[in-house]
Structure formats: C-alpha cells, structure tokens
C-alpha cells in the first residue's frame, strides 16, 4: 500500500464497511461555550489579546501564536452573514422535502465565523453582509449542544 496512486483511474476499491466508532469531545474552550448556553443562553468566546483576534467557540489555545486563552467574551447574538449555502440532498443522498440552508455568520464581537443553519429566509433573496441574529432554544429545551442554538434569523 506504498504505492503512489497517479492515474485516478488505476485506484482499486474494496465495497463493504469498517465498524469504527469515535466519540467527539468538546474539550475545555467547547465546554465552557456549551455550558454557558445551556446554562444562561450566551454565546461565549475566547480573546486573544496578543493578536486582537476572538475565537467563537471558546478556546483554550491561540491558534495563531498558541497562548492560552480562557473562555471570557460574550459575542452575538447578532451578526453579519459572510457566507451561506442551500442544501438539496441529506447526508444519504436523498432529497430533502424542504432545502436547508447553513451560514458562516460573524457574530459582533467575535472575529471567527460560525456555521449553523439560516431560518426563515423569506421570499428575499440572502444577501452576503446582511445582519442576522442567533435564536437561542427557551431554556427548558436546552441540553448543551449545538442544537441549543435552532439558527440564524434574518433581522428585519
Ligand atoms: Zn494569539
């Protein structure tokens, strides 16, 4: 299995499934930012002042200059869409009976972007720029996942 593969057409394949399991943890920053929007429905971040960067979710490392961070910014709930995109199709290829949209939304404060999906986008086309706001989950729905979050709102 050293080989190098150079014509894409020459790549053999074997049809079956492995039997792999993994567990993802949120790690300290994922926590942090987990617990306090289940707890007090926050978006919570984490500030590098060394290179005046905010990452969201919290973090416990700069990935830039790698100092360590602590979960200490509030950013959001509202912000700018930088990006989106309008699904079609599931995770198993099947058409959806209503496409999905998901965003990359910059939540003020915060320099990172955030993907979630986009809610009630209307009959007016998304605009790269527009201002949207997080819709936090009431807190007896809260579980402390991402899911806490239902999305983003386009702001009238
Ligand atoms: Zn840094």
Redesign the pocket.
């Known amino acids: 299995m050293l080989e190098r593969i150079t014509q894409p057409d020459e790549i053999r394949r074997w049809p079956g499934e492995l039997p792999v399991e993994h567990r993802y943890t949120p790690g300290v920053g994922g926590e942090a930012f987990f617990t306090a929007l289940r707890d007090r429905g926050v978006l919570l971040g984490s500030r ?4 005046s ?1 905010t990452y969201v979710p919290a973090r416990l490392f ?6 360590e ?1 602590a979960a200490d910014t509030e950013v959001g709930p509202q912000g700018a869409l930088v990006s989106f995109t309008i699904g079609f199709v599931g995770l198993f290829g099947e058409p959806l009976e209503e496409p999905e949209t998901y965003g990359l939304v910059r939540l003020d404060r915060a320099d990172a972007v955030l993907l979630h999906r986009v809610l009630d986008t209307g009959e007016e086309p998304l605009e790269i720029g527009e201002r949207v706001k997080a819709i936090i989950r009431s807190p007896n729905d809260r579980d402390g996942t991402i899911s806490d979050i239902e999305g983003f709102r386009p702001i009238e």
């Open positions: 590098c002042t060394e290179c960067y700069c990935e830039r200059c790698f100092s961070l």
